[in-house]
């Protein structure tokens, strides 16, 4: 199995009151902890600045533009490995991935935060922090969490 090295860029996106987002993938699209709730994010394409490439990712995965935003780095220590089906060749892969995430606070309330999947999340969900105990994680969010105190 080939292996390929991912670096990725994600955002804990937060409302005015502090509800986080989270989406879901769809479990047929060959994507990575696909049973589990996800921060949106993806990979740094070849030319790309982490944060123009966090600006992509969470315009194509969620509609949101956050060009405007203040984007503040939280974490860029964390690392994961899986096993990935290539969207394009079917090919299955090991993936090694290097994770930065970064915190972006919206000035609406959840309920008014207009939402457009596309790309490969297919549900998503504002939650309260207190709710992601006892809620599926991937495993490097449910990592994160722990080191940022959201669950114990």
């Known amino acids: ?51 123009i490439a966090l600006i992509r990712e969470i315009k194509e995965e969620v509609g949101i533009d956050i060009s405007q935003k203040k984007i503040e780095l939280i974490d860029d220590q964390g690392i994961g490995t899986t ?3 290539i969207k394009n060749t079917g090919e299955k892969v090991l993936c ?36 992601l105990t006892n809620t599926r994680l991937t495993p490097p969010s449910e990592k994160l969490f722990k080191k940022l105190g959201f669950i114990f």
């Not at 804990?12 to 989270?22: A, R, Y």
């Not at 290097?98 to 457009?116: C, G, H, P």
């Open 83 to 85: 096993e990935k089906i």
């Open 1 to 51: 199995m080939i292996t390929i090295k991912r670096i990725i860029v994600s955002a804990l996106i937060f409302s005015k009151e502090n509800k986080l987002f989270m989406g879901q993938k769809d479990p047929t699209g060959g994507g990575v902890y696909s049973d589990c709730w996800h921060i949106p994010g993806g990979g740094v394409d070849e030319g790309e600045t982490k944060k």
């Open 96 to 131: 090694e991935m290097e994770f930065n995430v970064y915190k972006i606070k919206l000035n609406q309330n959840a309920d008014n935060i207009q939402i457009n999947l596309s790309d490969d999340l297919v549900k998503y969900k504002w939650f309260e922090i207190s709710e």
